[in-house]
C-alpha cells in the first residue's frame, strides 16, 4: 500500500500555509477563553451530607484493580471544600468562563427528583455565585460520566427509562441555576462512555454488551439530550434567556493517503456524525445505518444492532443545538480494511486508524500530538453543518507531573494557532475555547498517573496543595494580551519526555 509523506497530506488536505502570512495570532474580539473540569475528577466529598452513590463511586470501590494505583475521586482536588480557591486560580489566571459540571447523585441522592439535597443543590448555587461575583462566566455540564449508582442498576443508559429521569434532574438545575447560567451542556462525550462503559470496562459502569450496549446507550443519549433541549426551551428560555448543547469527543479522521478520502468521510460520520447528525439533520448518517446494518447481518443478527428513530423521535431531535461543542486532543490517518475484499467484517466502520511515526506522544496511551488534525476538523465542521457557533469545551494535554511543562505551552500553542487559522483564514465560526484542566485531577482509569491541569494538585497531601504550573504563565500573559505568547524554551529542564517538532 502506497503511504504518502506527513508534508505530502498536509499539502494536498489541510493546505496550511505560515500563520504569520495569514492571521495575527490574537483572538477575535468577544472571542471566550475558559478553563474546565468534571464533578467525580475534582470534588471529592463523595459520601459527604446526603449524597447518594453514583457509578464512578461504585467501580472504583468494588474494581480499584481496573484502576491505575487502585485509586479514586474519594477526595480527588478536594474542590467541594475549596471552590473558593479554586475560583480565585481561574480569576487571577485571566479565564473568562469556568465549565463545571454537577453530580447528579449529590444533587438527588436516590437518583430521583423526588428529592433534592438542598445541601447537595447549595454547593452548586455557592460556586455559581462565586464565579458570578468574580467576573467568571459560569457554564454548567449537567452530566459528566456519573450517573447514580440505583439508576444503572436499572440499566443506566441502555433503559430507555432514563431519558425521562434525565429530564427531571435538568429541570431541578434549570430552576436552581438558570437565572445566572446562560450556557449549558446536556451531557459530556457520549462517544466515551457510551463505548468504553458499556462495551468495555475502561469506564465506569464497565459492561461489556458487545456490538449492542454502545448503540443503545447512545441512542437513549440523542432522546435524553433531545427532550431536555425541547423542555429548556419550552419551559426556561424565554425567562432564563441561556442557550443548550451537547459535547462530542471528536478527533481528526484523515485520510491515510489520497486515495483513502472516503474512509476519513466514514470515520468522521461514525465519530461525528453519530450523534451530530440527528441534531442537524434528524438520522443517524446513511453510511453508519448502511454498515451496521450489513455487519450485523453477516453476524447473524435479524435486525441491525442500530436502534432506529421513529418519525416523531427524529422530529424531537432534529434542531436541538444552539451550539456545536466538542472536546478535541488527538488524530488518526485511517483507511479501508483490506480484509472487507474477502468478506470478512471486523468492525462496523470498515476502517483501519493509525498514526504516523514522527508524532509525539503525551503520557496518555492514547494521545498522540497532531495540530493540523484539528484545523482540519474545524473545517469539516464548517462544511457539513452549516458553520455553527462553535465551542471547543476541552482541550489540553497530558504529562506525567511536570511544573515546568513546555511540552504542554508548545502543544496549546500549536492547536490555538490551528483554531486562530481556521476562524480568521477558512471563516469557521469558533466562539470559544476551555483549557483542560485548570486541575490537575482523578483522570478516570488513568487515576492520577497522567496529568491535564494548568495547576498541579497534591494528591498525596490532606490540605491537596494547588501550585501553579509555567503553563498557567503562559495563560496569563495569553489572557491579558488576548493573544498567543512565545513558547518557552528551557536549558535545565530535566524532563527526558521526546521534544516536539517545533521545539527543535
Known sequence: MKRCSIATIICAIISTVCCCDVVKLTFPSGFSLGAASAAYQIEGAWNVSDKGENVWDYYTHHYPEIISEGRNGD?????????????????????????????????????????????????????????????IEPVVTIYHWDHPQVIEEMGGWTNELIVDWFVAYARVLFEALGGSVKRWVTINEPDSFCGEGYESTRLAPGKVITGIGKYLCGHNVLKAHAKTYRMYEEEFRDSQGGVIGIVLPLSGHLPYNSSYADAAETGFQFNCGWMAH????????????????????????????????????????????????????????????????????????GLISVVDSSWPMASSSWFYVYPEGFGYLLRKIRDEYGNPSTWIMENGYSDTDNLEDYERISYYYEYLKEMLIAVKRDGCNVEGYAVWSILDNFEWSDGYTNRFGIIRVEFDDADTNRTTKLSQAWWKKVLSKRKLQSVPTSTTSTNTRTRLPWQK
Open 278 to 349: 440527528p441534531i442537524y439533520f434528524g438520522d443517524y448518517p446513511e453510511i453508519m445505518k448502511t454498515r451496521v446494518a450489513l455487519v450485523s447481518e453477516s453476524q447473524g443478527y435479524p435486525r441491525s444492532r442500530l436502534p432506529e428513530f421513529s418519525d416523531e423521535w427524529k422530529a424531537i431531535i432534529n434542531g436541538t443545538s444552539d451550539y456545536f461543542g466538542l472536546n478535541h486532543y488527538t488524530s488518526r490517518f485511517v483507511y479501508n480494511d483490506p480484509d472487507e475484499e474477502l468478506g470478512i467484517y471486523n468492525s462496523d466502520s
Open 75 to 135: 477526595v480527588a482536588c478536594n474542590s467541594y471544600y475549596k471552590y473558593k480557591e479554586d475560583v480565585e486560580l481561574i480569576k487571577s489566571t485571566g479565564f473568562d468562563f469556568y465549565r463545571f459540571s454537577v453530580s447528579w447523585s449529590r444533587v438527588l441522592p436516590t437518583g430521583f427528583a423526588n428529592v433534592i439535597s438542598e445541601d447537595g443543590l447549595q454547593y452548586y448555587k455557592n460556586l455559581t455565585a462565586e464565579l458570578v461575583a468574580n467576573g
